[in-house]
Structures are given as C-alpha cells and as structure tokens.
C-alpha cells in the first residue's frame, strides 16, 4: 500500500502534521503567491477552497509514486473581515489586537486529486477563542516575527506551547493549515481504490 503524497505547500506545519499521521510527504511550493490576492467576504468557505484550488493547478502532475497531491490554503474571520497572512508587523498587529478578548473562525480550504484526474474540494472550520494579553507579551511576540506567513498571525500549536490563553472548538489542525481529521479518511480511502485490482 503506497502512503506518500505531493503537498503543493512549503509549510513544515503542514508537513509534520501529514508525517504525524503516518504519510510520506514530498513538498514542492506553487508558484502563487496567495498574500497578495484580494480575498472576498462574502464566502469565505468558497474563497479558500478557491485558493487551494489555485494552488493545486500549479504543482507538478501527481505521478505514480504517489496516491494525490494536496493543496490548502487558510484564512481567519474576524467579525466580518477575512484575514489572510500579515504582511508586515503593523498588519499582524492589527490581526492579532482585533483577535484578543473575542472568538474568530479559521477555514481551511483543501484541493487534492490524483493522476486519474479524479479531484475533490472541501473545506474545515473551528472556532477559536482569544483571551487577553498583555501589552508587552503582544511586543515580544511581534518582535519575534513568528507571525510571519501565518494566517491570521499566530499558529495555534505555538500559542498554546507559549501559554497564550487560547482555546479551539473543532480540528485544531484545521487552524494549522491543514484539517487532518477530514483529510486523512478521503486519502486512505483513495489509498484502497488504487490497491483493489
């Protein structure tokens, strides 16, 4: 039984949490640039599977070594306001400011296929709540550039481990860039269709 995937994502994020559920994983980075897409409001569901689905068309066709590629994409939604990646510390400030005391949603929108053609779109949300913190914890953290291509300027894991108050209702893989709870039964069950004869 092949387990390996082409993930069209250069996050070690995404990565370790396919490693992590027993997959081989080979990385290559679409050429799109996704920080600088104007991202729309109005469905946030449909605009990261569109994203994911961007993506996927720009990886390298899946070849027999591996049973599908995987392109994602992540955005938070804060109030009305879709958040994508910061892109300077000013930005992440503003992202993470607006998230603190409150509950956001983090949508993850997913594109694999394979190389019969067959592809699928889906997209996870969890809702994660964000307690306050204080003014200089916010400076040492910006100071630090973890935010960097992050979506929504924190990566949940990271948090967590710095003791920010923090909490996720859902997949919190989700909120790490890639819905491992959904993914993983769809790739095994593509899996058992290449094996049967």
């Known amino acids: 039984m092949k387990r390996s995937v082409l993930l069209g994502s250069a996050s070690p994020r995404r990565r370790r949490l396919l490693e992590s559920a027993g997959w081989r994983v080979e990385q290559v980075a679409p050429a799109i640039d996704d920080g600088v ?12 599977e569109a994203l994911a689905w961007f993506k996927s068309a720009q990886i390298v066709d899946v070849d027999a070594a591996h049973v599908a590629s995987i392109a ?18 000013t930005e992440a400030e503003g992202m993470i400011t607006r998230m603190l005391g409150r509950r956001h949603r983090t949508i993850t929108g997913v594109c694999i296929r394979n190389r019969a053609g067959r592809r699928l779109l889906f997209s996870d949300a969890a809702e994660v709540s964000m307690g306050d913190l204080a003014p200089e914890r916010i400076e040492a ?31 919190p893989s989700t909120v790490m860039g890639l819905p491992i709870r959904r993914l993983i039964p769809l790739l095994d069950e593509w899996t058992r269709s290449e094996d049967r004869p």
Not at 37 to 48: E, G, K, Y
């Open 72 to 89: 994602a994409d992540t955005v938070c939604v804060v109030g009305d306001a879709i958040v994508g990646k910061p892109g300077d510390r």
């Open 37 to 48: 897409i104007r991202l729309s409001s109005v469905s946030p569901a449909s605009t990261v």
């Open 141 to 171: 953290y910006l100071d630090s550039g973890e935010w960097v291509g992050k979506a929504g300027g924190y990566n949940l894991e990271d948090r967590i481990a710095d003791g920010w108050p923090i909490e996720c209702e859902g997949d």
